[in-house]
């Protein structure tokens, strides 16, 4: 696939992707629930399936394309998708920035220490707030955001270690990580084979690898991840995500 860095203004009128892209997002659900982890996985959430309301009217609202940027991010933590269903859904995002509602019920089966609470959750994702609070400073309208771009999550599953810990899908064991893998990689084909993306941005290494080994695209562009866990984001994670995107070219998105 070419990327033309061509203006959003020479884009043809969005089309009505959004039903395909409900479709894709519920082939992954189903497809992923298929699947066994042993350990350092206890724990196993499916935001696609225990807040799919919530999920669903993200896709069918924001989901028109062509898109001319999609940013990718890894999965999702216990305070963001994992309580919302929404890429990086901080409550208050989802809330206010984003206003979607929906009904969440939480899963049978739950760690104690990180209880699904949807739009009751009090405890705010950092990495939520850092990357849609930077977007909602640039775009005061989530529509104007979502004319441009789209926000997506490589893998749909929340992974738990018996402690409670949050677990990234690099941290599973081999075979279990392939087997995810195949499955998150064919969804994020259809997803970018819809969206038309002219732009593929990983929120983080490991979802820019994903989108190279997916594309076989070169142009790949990787923007630091907002996590409070990493040095750099806590060191001011907007002016070095707006870096990474300038240095790449993507001039006006941050």
């Known amino acids: 696939m070419t990327v033309s860095s061509s203006s959003l ?4 009128p969005a089309k009505n992707t959004s039903t395909d892209l409900v479709a894709v997002a519920e082939r992954l659900k189903s497809r992923v629930k298929r699947l066994r982890f042993g350990e350092p996985v206890a724990y196993v959430y499916n935001p696609l399936e225990y ?3 919530v999920a669903r009217a993200y896709f069918e609202r924001y989901g028109r394309g ?3 940027v999609l940013l990718l991010g890894m999965n999702p933590g216990p305070f963001g998708m ?3 269903g929404v890429p990086f859904g901080e409550v208050a ?3 206010d920035y984003l206003r979607l509602q929906g009904d969440i019920t939480p899963p049978r089966r739950f ?3 990180r209880p699904v609470l949807g739009f009751a959750c009090a405890r705010s994702e950092v990495s939520g707030q850092r990357l849609w609070g930077a977007f909602a400073k640039r775009y005061p309208a989530a529509d104007d955001f979502f004319a441009r771009a789209f926000v997506l999550n490589y893998c749909p599953l929340l992974f738990l270690g018996a402690s409670g810990a949050n677990l990234t899908p690099d941290k599973l064991a081999k075979d279990e990580r392939v087997a995810l893998e195949a499955i998150c990689d064919d969804a994020l084909a259809e997803t970018i084979a819809l969206l038309e993306p002219r732009h593929l941005v990983g929120v983080g290494v490991y979802a820019a690898k994903r989108a190279a080994i997916v594309t076989g695209r070169a142009d790949v562009i990787t923007m630091p991840h907002p996590s409070p ?3 750099t984001a806590n060191r001011g994670w907007e002016q070095a995500a707006q870096k990474a995107l300038v240095d790449a070219g993507l001039t006006d998105l941050l």
């Open 82 to 84: 994992g309580q919302t």
């Open 111 to 113: 760690h104690e220490k």
């Open 66 to 68: 062509p898109k001319d």
């Open 51 to 53: 807040a799919w309301p």
């Open 229 to 231: 866990a990493s040095p």
């Open 9 to 12: 203004g020479s884009r043809v």
């Open 93 to 95: 995002a989802v809330r």
